[in-house]
């Protein structure tokens, strides 16, 4: 099976990855389902990349019924190391103004309907998220959008809230009176489970409206989303191809080990089966 280092994540508006070279697409299977699509895997500036289209191919899967475990773990069969996601979001500060990119460093989780673990069935994990975003990659990605020649806010705390609709002014206003700077609605769980696969990740968030707490603006819309991520879409794709540049071969960061000090079960308690189904995460702590 093709190997890749960088996994990337594509969101509303990014459905395949210009500028990636040799590709060869591969449909994988997981214990968890189906990934929202075939990935695909190629080289982008000498790096190997595999490209995956979160809501699938014609954007037909909801935030809330993408099998996030599926395709992190899809990631993690390709031997991925780094996750890149690309998301839109809404903006709640004024600064943070539609066409900008945003490499949030904090993020905050108000879904409900969704699995959030791998670890079930028998094995429990309890994994440190206090920083959810890899810095080493959200450098990447800054140092990226600014040689991309993008307006980047290198940090700011992103909301992931359970859509598919909008916020309510009421729910928007509160956000923004939390210090929350942007909204979407897939970063969480799937930067839970990336620390979980001992994967780094990180988000690399285009700003399509101000939500609906902007009085002098019009609601978001989907027309508005869409027409604001056609005109950064180019944009994007550049950044991508100097973020995977500047990644340096080496990781020194927490996210490697994740692991280390989260499992709490005995060996002898697992059942075989939840071991096997969970080899590709655990190996290198049960044998």
């Known amino acids: 099976m093709a190997e890749a280092r960088i996994g990337v994540i594509?969101?509303?508006?990014?459905?395949?990855?210009?500028?990636?070279?040799?590709?060869?697409?591969?449909?994988?299977?997981?214990?968890?389902?189906?990934?929202?699509?075939?990935i695909v895997v190629g080289r982008l500036n000498g790096q190997s990349v595999a490209f995956l289209a979160r809501h699938g191919a014609h954007h037909q899967i909801a935030p809330s019924e993408v099998n996030y475990r599926?395709?992190?773990?899809?990631?993690?069969?390709?031997?991925?190391?780094?996750?890149?996601?690309v998301s839109a979001c809404g903006s709640l500060r004024e600064d943070y103004a539609p066409g900008h990119l945003v490499v949030p460093d904090?993020?905050?989780?108000?879904?409900?309907?969704?699995?959030?673990?791998f670890f079930e069935g028998g094995i429990v994990a309890h994994v440190s998220v206090a920083d959810p975003f890899c810095p080493a990659v959200s450098q990447a990605l800054v140092e990226g959008a600014s040689a991309a020649g993008?307006?980047?806010h290198p940090r700011g705390s992103f909301l992931t809230i359970e859509g598919p609709r909008f916020s309510?002014?009421?729910?928007?206003?509160?956000?923004r009176g939390w210090g929350v700077a942007i909204i979407g609605m897939t970063s969480s769980p799937e930067a839970f489970l990336a620390r979980e696969a001992e994967m780094c990740y990180a988000v690399l968030a285009h700003v399509?409206?101000?939500?609906?707490?902007?009085?002098?603006?019009?609601?978001?819309?989907?027309?508005?989303?869409?027409?604001?991520?056609?005109?950064?879409?180019?944009?994007?794709?550049?950044?991508?191809a100097e973020a995977v540049a500047r990644l340096p071969v080496e990781r020194d960061c927490i996210c490697?080990?994740?692991?280390?000090?989260?499992?709490?079960?005995?060996?002898?308690?697992?059942?075989?089966?939840?071991?096997?189904?969970?080899?590709?995460l655990v190996r290198r702590y049960y044998s």
């Open 256 to 280: 490697k080990d994740a692991l280390k000090d989260a499992l709490i079960t005995a060996p002898d308690s697992i059942p075989a089966e939840t071991l096997e189904k969970l080899r590709p």
């Open 168 to 175: 309510t002014r009421a729910e928007s206003n509160t956000f």
């Open 106 to 117: 904090q993020l905050l989780d108000f879904t409900r309907l969704r699995p959030r673990t």
């Open 150 to 152: 993008g307006i980047v």
């Open 70 to 85: 599926a395709n992190i773990f899809a990631f993690k069969l390709l031997g991925v190391e780094r996750v890149i996601s």
């Open 208 to 240: 399509t409206d101000y939500d609906v707490w902007h009085r002098s603006e019009a609601p978001v819309t989907v027309e508005m989303v869409i027409r604001t991520l056609q005109a950064n879409t180019r944009l994007a794709e550049q950044t991508l």
């Open 10 to 38: 594509g969101g509303s508006g990014l459905y395949r990855m210009a500028g990636l070279e040799a590709e060869e697409t591969r449909t994988i299977s997981t214990p968890f389902g189906e990934p929202s699509a075939p």
